[in-house]
């Protein structure tokens, strides 16, 4: 079973930054990447990196947000720039096939508040 476990979540001013980071035990799908739901509202993709490093962004943080992956690490960043009231939500860390269709390996999710 893989494991995956984000940190970096808190709490940040609009317009203000925060980095995530998530350690996973390993990954077979065709990538890894960053979910996020926020109360009321369905779960979105954000980003997510495919295994040979092709990075793929919702619309709505395309320019502000930069998914990395450090592979001798195996840990997984999300860069978090510019950051708005509408990005507030719980950010997941888990494998998938796209933005649309995660799997089903999941980290416990790290909150973030932009007030």
């Known amino acids: 079973q893989v494991q995956l476990v984000e940190s970096g979540g808190g709490s940040v001013q609009a317009g203000g930054s925060l980095t995530l980071s998530c350690t996973y035990s390993?990954?077979?799908?065709?990538?890894i990447g960053w979910f996020r739901q926020a109360p009321g509202k369905e779960r979105e993709g954000v980003a997510a990196m495919y295994r040979k490093g092709a990075a793929i962004y919702e619309d709505s943080v395309k320019g502000r947000f930069t998914i990395s992956r450090d592979n001798a690490m195996n840990t997984l960043y999300l860069q978090m720039n510019s950051l708005k009231t509408e990005d507030a939500a719980v950010y997941y860390c888990?494998?998938?096939?796209?933005?649309?269709?995660?799997?089903?390996?999941w980290g416990q999710g790290t909150q973030v508040t932009v007030s």
């Open positions: 888990a494998t998938a096939w796209n933005l649309l269709l995660p799997s089903r390996d």
């Open positions: 390993e990954f077979s799908t065709s990538c």
